[in-house]
T-cell receptor, first 113, second 113 residues
Framework: KAGVTQTPRYLIKTRGQQVTLSCSPISGHRSVSWYQQTPGQGLQFLFEYFSETQRNKGNFPGRFSGRQFSNSRSEMNVSTLELGDSALYLC????????????FGPGTRLLVL | GDSVTQMEGPVTLSEEAFLTINCTYTATGYPSLFWYVQYPGEGLQLLLKATKADDKGSNKGFEATYRKETTSFHLEKGSVQVSDSAVYFCALSDRINDYKLSFGAGTTVTVRA
């Protein structure tokens, strides 16, 4: 079974631009979560989607948004990029219920100049 | 709220040495506990997990036991290899926090030949 895939793997943007990252979960998994990893703040939860609905959200500004499609693929969008948004963005999927283990993709490394 | 505290790194060991990484947690409910590993340039891989007190998770020679009385989930390996060089993250998920993962800061382990 293929793992979680994320595209693109690397991205360079400039301040003020917006960016969209994509995540395809493991086949059959319906929950997708997003995390931001930075050297200073570590791993922080962004949001979780299940059956196309956001059911949990972390403490990030409204510039960070996401959505999930009927095939469980998910996208996250960051508008008006700031230098501090430079990070590794990780997507994780789990089969069904919230108690299930989360499996991570390789991440998208975003650099904002 | 939930939190995870890991021993600070970096940790440098020789091959075949014994590895232990301390992890303690604070949680309101009865969390599930996880160890994830991140190799250079990659996402997170689930290493092992435990879902209730006294459970022992094990994988690839690594072990960790869920100790409710000491709120700990220390990671151990009896004989490390160069290929074990990575960053190790302790994490928990809890019903109270809608099962979003809370991570420790990570411990960088370097194994020298």
């Amino acid at each position: 079974k293929a793992g979680v895939t994320q595209t693109p793997r690397y991205l360079i943007k400039t301040r003020g631009q917006q960016v969209t990252l994509s995540c395809s979960p493991i086949s059959g998994h319906r929950s997708v979560s997003w995390y931001q990893q930075t050297p200073g703040q570590g791993l922080q939860f962004l949001f979780e989607y299940f059956s196309e609905t956001q059911r949990n959200k972390g403490n990030f500004p409204g510039r960070f948004s996401g959505r999930q499609f009927s095939n469980s693929r998910s996208e996250m969008n960051v508008s008006t990029l700031e230098l501090g948004d430079s990070a590794l963005y990780l997507c994780a999927s789990s089969p069904r219920d919230r108690v299930e283990t989360q499996y991570f993709g390789p991440g998208t490394r975003l650099l904002v100049l | 709220g939930d939190s995870v505290t890991q021993m600070e790194g970096p940790v440098t060991l020789s091959e075949e040495a014994f590895l232990t990484i301390n992890c303690t947690y604070t949680a309101t409910g009865y969390p599930s506990l996880f160890w994830y590993v991140q190799y250079p340039g990659e996402g997170l891989q689930l290493l092992l997990k435990a879902t209730k007190a006294d459970d022992k998770g094990s994988n690839k020679g690594f072990e960790a036991t869920y100790r409710k009385e000491t709120t700990s989930f220390h990671l151990e390996k009896g004989s490390v290899q160069v290929s074990d060089s990575a960053v190790y993250f302790c994490a928990l998920s809890d019903r109270i926090n809608d099962y979003k993962l809370s991570f420790g800061a990570g411990t960088t382990v370097t194994v020298r030949a």
